[in-house]
T-cell receptor, first 114, second 112 residues
Framework: ETGVTQSPTHLIKTRGQQVTLRCSSQ?????VSWYQQALGQGPQFIFQ???????GRGNFPPRFSGLQFPNYSSELNVNALELDDSALYLC?????????????FGPGTRLTVL | SQQGEEDPQALSIQEGENATMNCSYK?????LQWYRQNSGRGLVHLIL?????REKHSGRLRVTLDTSKKSSSLLITASRAADTASYFC????????????FGEGTQLTVNP
C-alpha cells in the first residue's frame, strides 16, 4: 500500500453533470499526476501538477481541469460529463516531477456516467 | 496512441511455472517501468530500469531492456496464484515531458 489516498472510491453521475475527484499525495511528495483508465485499457495521462502549477497535459479537452493545493493534495474536475468519461481515475504522487523515480499510485476512483 | 504494447495480451500458467511478458515501444526513452494492477485497483510499482541498463532483478522478478529493439521483458519466476493480475509497462520518452505512457497490459492468470 502507498500513502496516496483518493476519494470517493466509487461515483455515479449522469451525462452533463460535473464531478470533482480528490487525491492526497504521499507525505513529502510535491508532484501529482492524474490518469484515466478505461476498462481493458492502460492508463492515459491527463495532467501533472508540481508545486501548485500545471506541469504538462495530455490529450484531454479543457473540461478536464485540476488544482493542487499548498499541502500538495490535488483535485480533478470534469465538467459536462460524457458517457465515455466512465473510467477508473488514478492519481500518482512522486517526490519530484522527474519520471526517473517511481510513481506512487492511489487506489483510484471508479466513475460511472449514465 | 499507446507508446508501449504488451505481448501477450493474456497468459495463463500453472503455479510454479515462469511467466514472461514482453513490451515494445516506439520512441527513445529515458526509463521504463513495470506496474502490476489487481482487478481494477491502483497500480503497484514493480521495477524501474534506466535506458543505460540492460537487466535488473528484484526478488522473483527479472527485467531486461533492449533499446536497439525498443523492447523490454518481465520474467516472473516460480509464479504463485497471488501473482494473478494485469501487468503494464510504462515509458517516459525523451520528448514526452512529464507523462508516463502505458501499454494496454498483459492479463496474467496463475492457476493453483
Amino acid at each position: 500500500e502507498t500513502g496516496v489516498t483518493q476519494s470517493p472510491t466509487h461515483l455515479i453521475k449522469t451525462r452533463g453533470q460535473q464531478v470533482t475527484l480528490r487525491c492526497s499525495s504521499q507525505s513529502g511528495h510535491n508532484t501529482v499526476s492524474w490518469y484515466q483508465q478505461a476498462l481493458g485499457q492502460g492508463p492515459q495521462f491527463i495532467f501533472q501538477y508540481y508545486r501548485e502549477e500545471e506541469n504538462g497535459r495530455g490529450n484531454f479537452p479543457p473540461r478536464f481541469s485540476g488544482l493542487q493545493f499548498p499541502n500538495y493534495s490535488s483535485e480533478l474536475n470534469v465538467n459536462a460529463l460524457e458517457l465515455d468519461d466512465s473510467a477508473l481515475y488514478l492519481c500518482a504522487s512522486s517526490p519530484e516531477p522527474t519520471l526517473a523515480v517511481r510513481q506512487f499510485f492511489g487506489p483510484g476512483t471508479r466513475l460511472t456516467v449514465l | 496512441s499507446q507508446q508501449g504494447e504488451e505481448d501477450p495480451q493474456a497468459l495463463s500458467i500453472q503455479e510454479g511455472e515462469n511467466a514472461t511478458m514482453n513490451c515494445s515501444y516506439k520512441t527513445s526513452i529515458n526509463n521504463l517501468q513495470w506496474y502490476r494492477q489487481n482487478s481494477g485497483r491502483g497500480l503497484v510499482h514493480l521495477i524501474l530500469i534506466r535506458s543505460n541498463e540492460r537487466e535488473k532483478h528484484s526478488g522473483r522478478l527479472r527485467v531486461t531492456l533492449d533499446t536497439s529493439k525498443k523492447s523490454s521483458s518481465l520474467l516472473i519466476t516460480a509464479s504463485r496464484a497471488a501473482d494473478t493480475a494485469s501487468y503494464f509497462c510504462a515509458t517516459d520518452g525523451r520528448t514526452s515531458g512529464s507523462r508516463l505512457t502505458f501499454g494496454e497490459g498483459t492479463q496474467l492468470t496463475v492457476n493453483p
